[in-house]
């Protein structure tokens, strides 16, 4: 080769190597579930969705931290920069939250996911800003449902007595309160050991959560009360919003509509199979419930709920209307 040829290529080699890397940005998320479930099959497509549309100027990184609130906090300061977790513990944190914790608010998941997205739901994000966290956009945890490993339950009295975890949520330990059941708020880190030590008798949580993490093995009765809709959230650290471009928001934010649909179609799927399967892993399942019985059961509850949460905001979410 010429010493004019390897000069070049010198240069052109030490250039390459002076040259800057393309800036990169890591964002981490936690969430409190397998990856194979309907949080990780959000949290994935985020991942996939951004990094795709930013040509990996952004790295996503996914951890599981079945923390909820201990999440939340850890987002709240800046130590973690999003997480996906369910607003069990978030309406200790935004209060209006609390409002869409409510039993037997939403009529059906077409319900809940459209109300959720209009400007009723987009109303409670907005309320993020101001107690330092960014809720991005709602996904969905599902309809919850109760399990225990005492008797069958068919009837509100059959829940008397009951011991029955419940994340550390005040309306939805009011309501276990009020069906007469001992609620005992704790982090679905706790949950497993303690049905296993007989700490607790039950559980509620939505069938996609009771699949993914095999309750089935230390829980034998299933009733399908679908007693709350449990939202869930993509929340971020304000820093994470605040150093993306005009551009790259358009990005976080299509990523994000990207999660919420394939973190929704894996609560359908999960539903159209989740039951037979628990079925067949075991289970005692009770589906012939009368719903209005335990609405009526909780006609307590309710009154208290139009007196310590927001009463419009709650008849807003209850009597929204898909536009004809
Ligand atoms: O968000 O704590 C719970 O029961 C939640 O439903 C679960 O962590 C998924």
């Known amino acids: 080769m010429s010493m004019l040829r390897r000069t070049a ?11 800057p890397a393309l800036a990169q940005t890591q964002i981490t998320i936690q969430h409190p579930l397998p990856l194979n479930s309907h949080y990780g099959a959000g949290a994935t497509a985020f991942k996939e969705t951004l990094e795709r549309l930013t ?23 800046g130590t973690l920069d999003c997480t996906v977790t369910s607003t069990g513990p978030v ?10 914790d409510v039993p037997f608010l939403f009529r059906d998941y077409a319900h809940a996911r459209g109300v959720l997205d209009s400007d009723v739901g987009q109303s409670i994000l907005t309320q993020f ?4 966290l960014v809720g991005v956009i709602w996904l ?11 008797r069958e339950v068919a009837a509100p009295a059959d829940v008397r007595g009951l011991k029955v975890r419940t994340m550390e949520n005040q309306v939805h330990m009011r309501a276990f309160t009020t069906l007469g059941a001992l609620p005992t ?4 880190s706790e949950l497993v050991p303690a049905l296993q030590q007989g700490t607790v008798d039950g559980q509620e949580n939505p069938i996609p959560v009771i ?9 034998r009765y299933l009733t399908l009360t679908a007693h709350v809709y449990s939202p869930a959230l993509l929340i971020c650290n304000p820093s994470v919003m605040g150093r993306l471009s005009a551009a ?7 990523a994000a509509r990207a999660a919420q649909a394939a973190n929704r179609e894996r609560v359908s799927a999960d539903e159209a199979s989740g039951v037979e399967e628990l079925r067949r892993r075991g289970m005692t399942v009770t589906s012939q419930l009368d719903n209005a019985a335990f609405q009526t059961a909780l006609a307590p509850a309710f009154a208290e709920y139009e007196r310590s949460l927001d009463g419009a905001l709650l008849r807003r979410l209850r009597e929204w209307q898909p536009r004809q």
Not at 140 to 150: P, Q
Not at 185 to 188: E, H, K, L
């Open 55 to 77: 040509n990996n100027r952004y790295r996503v990184t996914i951890q599981r931290n079945d923390n909820e609130r201990e999440m939340v906090e850890s987002t709240q300061i």
């Open 211 to 219: 699949v993914a993490n095999n309750l089935n093995q230390v829980q």
């Open 129 to 132: 800003n101001s107690r330092g």
């Open 248 to 254: 790259d928001r358009t990005a976080f934010m299509e």
């Open 91 to 100: 309406g200790n944190f935004v209060p209006a939250v609390r409002n869409v």
């Open 185 to 188: 708020p704790m982090a679905f």
């Open 9 to 19: 290529l010198a240069a052109a080699l030490a250039g390459a190597l002076a040259a």
């Open 140 to 150: 969905e945890n599902g309809f919850r449902h109760l399990t225990n490993s005492r």
